[in-house]
Protein backbone atom coordinates (compact mmCIF):
# COMPACT_ATOMS: atom_id res chain seq x y z
CA UNK A 1 0.00 0.00 0.00
CA UNK A 2 1.69 3.37 -0.90
CA UNK A 3 2.43 5.95 1.87
CA UNK A 4 -0.61 8.38 0.75
CA UNK A 5 -3.28 5.37 0.76
CA UNK A 6 -1.97 4.44 4.13
CA UNK A 7 -1.80 8.12 5.41
CA UNK A 8 -5.93 8.16 4.21
CA UNK A 9 -6.95 5.04 5.67
CA UNK A 10 -4.97 6.11 8.54
CA UNK A 11 -6.96 9.58 8.81
CA UNK A 12 -10.67 7.75 7.76
CA UNK A 13 -10.29 5.24 10.51
CA UNK A 14 -9.50 8.09 13.43
CA UNK A 15 -12.23 10.34 12.16
CA UNK A 16 -14.64 7.23 12.15
CA UNK A 17 -13.29 6.54 15.89
CA UNK A 18 -13.99 9.82 16.97
CA UNK A 19 -17.42 10.37 14.90
CA UNK A 20 -19.85 10.93 18.56
CA UNK A 21 -22.92 12.86 18.21
CA UNK A 22 -25.86 12.85 15.53
CA UNK A 23 -26.49 15.75 13.09
CA UNK A 24 -30.29 16.13 12.02
CA UNK A 25 -29.18 18.70 9.23
CA UNK A 26 -27.45 15.25 7.20
CA UNK A 27 -29.92 13.77 4.89
CA UNK A 28 -31.35 10.53 6.30
CA UNK A 29 -29.86 7.41 4.92
CA UNK A 30 -31.78 5.15 2.42
CA UNK A 31 -31.75 1.65 2.92
CA UNK A 32 -32.64 -0.97 0.95
CA UNK A 33 -32.26 -4.97 0.30
CA UNK A 34 -31.42 -6.34 -3.14
CA UNK A 35 -32.86 -8.79 -4.63
CA UNK A 36 -35.82 -7.69 -1.84
CA UNK A 37 -36.35 -8.03 1.99
CA UNK A 38 -38.01 -11.72 1.73
CA UNK A 39 -35.23 -13.95 1.32
CA UNK A 40 -35.19 -18.09 1.04
CA UNK A 41 -33.05 -19.85 3.63
CA UNK A 42 -29.18 -19.98 2.44
CA UNK A 43 -30.18 -17.87 -0.03
CA UNK A 44 -27.78 -14.23 -0.21
CA UNK A 45 -28.81 -10.72 0.27
CA UNK A 46 -27.18 -7.34 -0.46
CA UNK A 47 -28.27 -4.50 1.83
CA UNK A 48 -27.31 -1.17 0.46
CA UNK A 49 -27.19 2.35 2.71
CA UNK A 50 -27.34 5.16 0.47
CA UNK A 51 -25.60 8.54 2.47
CA UNK A 52 -23.64 11.44 1.12
CA UNK A 53 -20.51 11.60 -1.10
CA UNK A 54 -18.67 13.32 1.82
CA UNK A 55 -19.41 10.27 3.82
CA UNK A 56 -16.49 8.07 4.97
CA UNK A 57 -17.73 5.95 7.29
CA UNK A 58 -21.10 3.47 7.36
CA UNK A 59 -22.33 1.21 9.72
CA UNK A 60 -25.19 -1.59 9.78
CA UNK A 61 -26.82 -2.43 12.50
CA UNK A 62 -29.37 -4.80 13.54
CA UNK A 63 -32.15 -4.81 16.85
CA UNK A 64 -31.36 -7.62 19.03
CA UNK A 65 -33.99 -7.36 22.06
CA UNK A 66 -34.93 -3.43 22.24
CA UNK A 67 -31.24 -1.85 21.70
CA UNK A 68 -29.62 -1.96 18.37
CA UNK A 69 -26.06 -3.84 17.82
CA UNK A 70 -23.46 -3.62 15.60
CA UNK A 71 -23.10 -5.91 12.66
CA UNK A 72 -20.34 -4.12 10.67
CA UNK A 73 -18.75 -0.75 9.14
CA UNK A 74 -17.25 0.28 6.35
CA UNK A 75 -14.77 2.80 5.53
CA UNK A 76 -14.15 4.53 2.47
CA UNK A 77 -15.30 8.29 0.85
CA UNK A 78 -18.57 6.45 -0.77
CA UNK A 79 -22.27 7.17 -1.43
CA UNK A 80 -23.88 4.15 -1.43
CA UNK A 81 -22.25 1.25 1.17
CA UNK A 82 -22.57 -2.14 0.15
CA UNK A 83 -23.15 -5.11 3.03
CA UNK A 84 -23.45 -8.75 1.58
CA UNK A 85 -25.30 -11.51 3.93
CA UNK A 86 -24.19 -14.41 2.18
CA UNK A 87 -26.50 -17.28 3.60
CA UNK A 88 -29.52 -15.87 5.48
CA UNK A 89 -30.68 -17.90 8.51
CA UNK A 90 -32.63 -17.28 11.62
CA UNK A 91 -29.74 -15.17 13.00
CA UNK A 92 -29.62 -12.72 10.10
CA UNK A 93 -33.19 -12.61 9.53
CA UNK A 94 -34.42 -9.30 11.64
CA UNK A 95 -34.70 -5.72 11.89
CA UNK A 96 -31.74 -3.54 10.38
CA UNK A 97 -30.58 0.25 10.21
CA UNK A 98 -27.80 2.26 8.93
CA UNK A 99 -25.52 5.64 9.44
CA UNK A 100 -22.95 7.21 7.66
CA UNK A 101 -20.50 9.54 9.39
CA UNK A 102 -19.05 13.24 8.01
CA UNK A 103 -17.46 15.96 9.97
CA UNK A 104 -17.10 14.21 13.01
CA UNK A 105 -20.69 13.18 13.28
CA UNK A 106 -23.23 10.50 12.71
CA UNK A 107 -26.74 11.30 10.48
CA UNK A 108 -29.90 10.11 12.03
CA UNK A 109 -30.43 6.08 11.59
CA UNK A 110 -32.33 5.18 8.57
CA UNK A 111 -35.46 3.74 8.24
CA UNK A 112 -35.66 0.19 9.33
CA UNK A 113 -35.66 -2.86 7.25
CA UNK A 114 -36.96 -5.79 7.80
CA UNK A 115 -35.31 -8.90 6.53
CA UNK A 116 -37.56 -12.32 6.42
CA UNK A 117 -36.16 -15.80 5.82
CA UNK A 118 -38.64 -18.50 4.36
CA UNK A 119 -38.54 -21.81 3.87
CA UNK A 120 -38.40 -23.19 7.72
CA UNK A 121 -41.74 -24.37 7.34
CA UNK A 122 -44.09 -26.71 5.14
CA UNK A 123 -45.50 -24.27 3.08
CA UNK A 124 -48.98 -23.34 3.36
CA UNK A 125 -52.14 -23.59 0.81
CA UNK A 126 -53.29 -20.71 -1.04
CA UNK A 127 -56.50 -20.50 -2.78
CA UNK A 128 -59.75 -18.10 -3.89
CA UNK A 129 -63.41 -17.56 -3.52
CA UNK A 130 -62.91 -17.42 -7.91
CA UNK A 131 -63.58 -19.20 -10.55
CA UNK A 132 -65.14 -16.12 -11.58
CA UNK A 133 -64.41 -13.24 -13.75
CA UNK A 134 -62.26 -10.74 -12.17
CA UNK A 135 -62.74 -6.97 -13.87
CA UNK A 136 -61.83 -3.79 -12.66
CA UNK A 137 -63.99 -2.48 -9.49
CA UNK A 138 -64.68 -6.15 -8.26
CA UNK A 139 -63.20 -7.55 -5.18
CA UNK A 140 -61.63 -10.85 -4.59
CA UNK A 141 -60.34 -12.87 -1.93
CA UNK A 142 -57.70 -15.21 -0.93
CA UNK A 143 -57.69 -18.30 1.86
CA UNK A 144 -54.05 -18.97 2.96
CA UNK A 145 -54.99 -22.11 5.33
CA UNK A 146 -52.16 -25.19 6.92
CA UNK A 147 -53.21 -28.13 7.68
CA UNK A 148 -50.94 -29.55 9.81
CA UNK A 149 -49.08 -26.12 11.58
CA UNK A 150 -51.01 -23.66 13.63
CA UNK A 151 -49.61 -20.76 12.84
CA UNK A 152 -51.44 -17.63 13.92
CA UNK A 153 -50.28 -15.20 10.83
CA UNK A 154 -50.38 -15.27 7.48
CA UNK A 155 -48.92 -13.04 4.73
CA UNK A 156 -49.82 -12.24 1.28
CA UNK A 157 -47.57 -10.87 -1.53
CA UNK A 158 -46.78 -11.22 -5.22
CA UNK A 159 -43.82 -9.86 -7.12
CA UNK A 160 -43.16 -6.50 -7.18
CA UNK A 161 -45.81 -5.83 -5.10
CA UNK A 162 -47.14 -5.12 -0.96
CA UNK A 163 -47.32 -7.98 1.35
CA UNK A 164 -50.17 -7.68 3.64
CA UNK A 165 -50.49 -9.87 6.90
CA UNK A 166 -53.14 -10.90 8.86
CA UNK A 167 -53.94 -12.42 11.89
CA UNK A 168 -55.08 -16.27 11.97
CA UNK A 169 -58.73 -16.47 11.24
CA UNK A 170 -61.81 -19.53 11.81
CA UNK A 171 -59.84 -22.65 12.22
CA UNK A 172 -56.08 -22.60 10.60
CA UNK A 173 -56.23 -19.64 7.80
CA UNK A 174 -55.96 -16.20 6.95
CA UNK A 175 -58.38 -14.58 4.54
CA UNK A 176 -57.75 -11.43 2.46
CA UNK A 177 -59.82 -9.92 0.58
CA UNK A 178 -58.35 -7.02 -2.17
CA UNK A 179 -60.56 -4.37 -3.99
CA UNK A 180 -61.89 -2.42 -5.45
CA UNK A 181 -59.24 -4.14 -8.25
CA UNK A 182 -57.59 -2.61 -10.90
CA UNK A 183 -55.07 -3.83 -13.44
CA UNK A 184 -52.19 -2.97 -11.28
CA UNK A 185 -53.44 -6.45 -9.25
CA UNK A 186 -53.06 -8.81 -11.72
CA UNK A 187 -49.61 -10.59 -10.99
CA UNK A 188 -48.74 -13.90 -9.37
CA UNK A 189 -49.84 -14.21 -5.72
CA UNK A 190 -48.05 -16.46 -2.60
CA UNK A 191 -48.79 -16.88 0.67
CA UNK A 192 -46.66 -17.67 3.89
CA UNK A 193 -47.60 -18.98 6.98
CA UNK A 194 -45.57 -17.46 10.27
CA UNK A 195 -45.76 -16.89 14.36
CA UNK A 196 -46.18 -14.03 16.17
CA UNK A 197 -43.09 -14.62 18.20
CA UNK A 198 -40.66 -14.83 15.49
CA UNK A 199 -41.51 -12.56 12.89
CA UNK A 200 -39.05 -12.77 10.48
CA UNK A 201 -38.72 -16.64 10.00
CA UNK A 202 -41.59 -17.39 7.69
CA UNK A 203 -42.77 -21.03 6.06
CA UNK A 204 -42.04 -21.97 2.53
CA UNK A 205 -43.54 -20.06 -0.21
CA UNK A 206 -47.28 -21.64 -1.08
CA UNK A 207 -48.55 -22.88 -4.39
CA UNK A 208 -48.64 -19.63 -6.19
CA UNK A 209 -52.18 -18.34 -7.79
CA UNK A 210 -51.76 -16.12 -11.07
CA UNK A 211 -54.62 -12.76 -10.95
CA UNK A 212 -55.17 -11.49 -14.13
CA UNK A 213 -57.86 -8.32 -14.04
CA UNK A 214 -59.43 -7.29 -17.45
CA UNK A 215 -62.13 -5.66 -18.93
CA UNK A 216 -65.44 -6.91 -20.19
CA UNK A 217 -64.70 -6.98 -23.91
CA UNK A 218 -61.49 -8.53 -23.50
CA UNK A 219 -63.10 -11.40 -21.35
CA UNK A 220 -65.65 -12.08 -24.24
CA UNK A 221 -63.27 -12.53 -26.60
CA UNK A 222 -61.66 -15.35 -24.14
CA UNK A 223 -64.58 -16.68 -22.56
CA UNK A 224 -63.28 -20.02 -23.06
CA UNK A 225 -59.59 -19.49 -21.32
CA UNK A 226 -58.79 -18.84 -18.25
CA UNK A 227 -57.21 -15.05 -18.68
CA UNK A 228 -60.24 -13.54 -16.92
CA UNK A 229 -59.84 -14.89 -13.69
CA UNK A 230 -57.18 -17.12 -11.58
CA UNK A 231 -54.88 -20.06 -12.12
CA UNK A 232 -52.38 -22.12 -10.56
CA UNK A 233 -48.83 -21.89 -11.13
CA UNK A 234 -45.99 -23.56 -9.53
CA UNK A 235 -43.35 -21.89 -7.50
CA UNK A 236 -39.70 -21.46 -8.93
CA UNK A 237 -38.68 -19.37 -6.24
CA UNK A 238 -39.16 -16.45 -4.45
CA UNK A 239 -37.87 -13.77 -6.86
CA UNK A 240 -37.68 -10.39 -5.99
CA UNK A 241 -40.49 -9.03 -3.72
CA UNK A 242 -40.73 -5.61 -1.81
CA UNK A 243 -42.15 -6.40 1.41
CA UNK A 244 -44.50 -4.06 3.86
CA UNK A 245 -45.29 -5.37 6.74
CA UNK A 246 -48.86 -4.99 7.27
CA UNK A 247 -50.83 -3.75 10.77
CA UNK A 248 -53.72 -5.43 12.64
Known sequence: MAPRDVTLFCLVLCLGQKIQAQDGNFPIPIISAMPGSVI?????????CQGTLESY???LE????VTYKLVEKKLGFQEVAEFVINRMDTNTAGRYQCGYGREHRWSAPSEALELVVTGLYDKP?????GGHV??????ISFQCSSAHM???RFSLSRPGGATLSRHRDVGLQGDFTLGPVNLSFSGVYTCYGWDSGRPYVWSAPSNALELVVTDTSHCMREEHTLSCGVRQRRVRGSGPMTMFRGHD
Not at 62 to 65: D, F, K, R, V
Open 40 to 48: PWNGSVKIL
Open 57 to 59: VYQ
Open 62 to 65: ILEN
Open 125 to 129: FLSTD
Open 134 to 139: VMPGEN
Open 150 to 152: SFD
